[in-house]
Nanobody
Framework: QVQLVESGGGLVQAGGSLRLSCAAS????????MGWFRQAPGKEREFVAY????????YYADSVKGRFTISRGNAKNTVYLQMNSLKPEDTALYYC??????????????????WGQGTQVTVSS
């Protein structure tokens, strides 16, 4: 069984930064791509960022490109999301998830099989 636990959320002013972490249990973490998603109140959950198994490939939603950076530390079974230049519209519950597609990029929720409980990010104007 895989468990994902997010941390690092909080309240920040517009223009500020936060770094989210997602700690994973299990010995096969380094085999799998990981993703970050977010869900704002009253909205559907949406894709934010993706990283492949060794960190060599990353993809981002257009809304965060140039401001957010996804990375991973396989030795620590952790994936990170560095968020800079935060905007009020970034306010959401942020989830990390494990992709079931070992070699292909996906931004579709249906391709992710394990999810964390989420960490809240609130950006004030």
């Amino acid at each position: 069984q895989v468990q994902l636990v997010e941390s690092g959320g909080g309240l920040v002013q517009a223009g500020g930064s936060l770094r989210l972490s997602c700690a994973a249990s299990g010995r096969t973490f380094s085999n799998y791509p990981m993703g970050w998603f977010r869900q704002a109140p009253g909205k559907e959950r949406e894709f934010v960022a993706y990283i492949n198994w060794n960190g060599g490939s990353t993809y981002y939603a257009d809304s965060v490109k140039g401001r957010f950076t996804i990375s991973r530390g396989n030795a620590k079974n952790t994936v990170y999301l560095q968020m800079n230049s935060l905007k009020p519209e970034d306010t959401a519950l942020y989830y990390c998830a494990r992709s079931r597609k070992l070699r292909d990029y996906s931004s579709s929720e249906s391709e992710y099989d394990y999810w964390g409980q989420g960490t809240q990010v609130t950006v004030s104007s």
